[in-house]
Structures are given as structure tokens and as C-alpha cells.
């Protein structure tokens, strides 16, 4: 009796196991992601334009760069605490690569302008690549001496590469404010005169990448 129960109960366990290990073997494989941080001046603008691009599953407005902890948008915008508007965007690296990210960037700001963007002024809009290690900080360096090597720009690139620190998501009513107040920030987008400004450096390439074109 005692071994037609041990024998049932190793079948049942044998079953068990059988069953989880095909039901592992099926599960799909975890998706990997990511993550990029780039100061493109203001972030309403950055954030809306990086949530076009096919790949990108999230981006977060925030600050970063700075020497103050925990900063909020009063501190960071009166200048002084060394932070930088900027997107933390998570990514698909097998749809959009971490290159074409800053291929991306490049398109979408004024890379030559070092005091700020468009129509902000002053260190918090300047641009920056944050990188997240050597990896990004060697394609982030190759990117720019590329850009600054094909003459495409009247002057040097002045955008910083900084290996990234602390990232402070900034206030919720600015998270994805380009769907809370449509009205405002295009009113705001185009006042500032941001993507005149891509234009005129970029011409038809303006925004290259938003929507799936990559170089």
C-alpha cells in the first residue's frame, strides 16, 4: 500500500513539474528595455516629441544635473541649483537603438545654442546627454564629433555629454502637459519658436525620426 502511494505521489510530482516547465517554455520572453536621458530645453516639448517616436514606451519630465536635492520647478527655474529641464525615456533598444535616440535629439533642438533654447534662456534649458554608462557615454561622444565633423551646423555642437547622477521626476501638472493643456502648449510651442528654429537648422530633416524614420 504504503509504495502504490509513494509511486502515485512521484508520478503526480513528475506531472506537476512536466507542466510548469512547459508552461515556462511558453511564457514569452521579458521585453528589455532601456533608458536614455537627454535636456532638450523645455520638457513639455522634449517629452512630447520622444513619445512620437515607434520604440519609446515612456518618458517622465524631470530634473537632473544639479547639486541640490529633491529640487522643484521654483528652484530649478530661478538657476543656481545646476539642473537641467530633461526626459528619462525608456526604451525598446531592438526597435529604436540608443543612436538613433540622439539622431533623434539632434533633430529636435538647437544643438549650437549654449545659453538655452529657443526662446528659454538661462543653464536649466541649455542642452545635455546624460549618459547611463560607458556604452552610451562612447555612442553620445561618436554622435557629436560626427555631427561636428559633417559641417551640417554653422558652429560647434555646444550640447553637453554628462554621465548621469540623481533624476528628480519633475511636478505631476507637468507630466505629459502637451495632453493636459493642448491649447497652451501650442500656443506655447509656437510663440517660443522652437520648431522655426529646427527649420532653419534642419530644413527638410526637421524632426527626423518621430515617426519611424531613422538615418
Known amino acids: 500500500m504504503c509504495r502504490r502511494f509513494l509511486t502515485a505521489l512521484c508520478l503526480s510530482l513528475a506531472i506537476g513539474m512536466g507542466a510548469l516547465a512547459s508552461g515556462a517554455a511558453s511564457a514569452p ?35 537632473t544635473g544639479g547639486h541640490v536635492d529633491n529640487p522643484d520647478y ?25 543612436a538613433e535616440l540622439i539622431d533623434i535629439f539632434w533633430h529636435s533642438v538647437d544643438p549650437i545654442d549654449a545659453g538655452g533654447q529657443f526662446c528659454d534662456r538661462g543653464d536649466s534649458y541649455r542642452t545635455a546627454i546624460f549618459t547611463m554608462n560607458d556604452e552610451q557615454q562612447k555612442i553620445a561622444e561618436g554622435a557629436k564629433a560626427a555631427l561636428d565633423k559633417s559641417g551640417m551646423l554653422p558652429k ?26 493642448p491649447v497652451r502648449y501650442k500656443f506655447y510651442r509656437f510663440s517660443c ?15 527626423k525620426g518621430l515617426t519611424g524614420e531613422h538615418s
Do not use: M
Open 29 to 63: 520572453a521579458a521585453e528589455k528595455t532601456e533608458t536614455a536621458i537627454f535636456a532638450g530645453g523645455c520638457f513639455w516639448c522634449a517629452e512630447s516629441d520622444f513619445d512620437k517616436v515607434p520604440g519609446v514606451k515612456e518618458t517622465v519630465s524631470g530634473y
Open 74 to 98: 521654483e528652484i530649478v527655474s530661478a538657476g543656481g541649483s545646476g539642473h537641467y529641464e530633461s526626459v528619462k525615456i525608456t526604451f525598446d533598444p531592438a526597435i529604436a537603438s540608443y
Open 156 to 181: 560647434p555642437v555646444a550640447t553637453k555629454i554628462i554621465p548621469a547622477t540623481a533624476f528628480y521626476p519633475a511636478e505631476d501638472y507637468h507630466q505629459n502637459y502637451y495632453q493636459k493643456n
Open 193 to 207: 519658436g522652437r520648431d522655426r528654429r529646427v527649420e532653419e537648422l534642419w530644413g527638410k530633416d526637421a524632426h
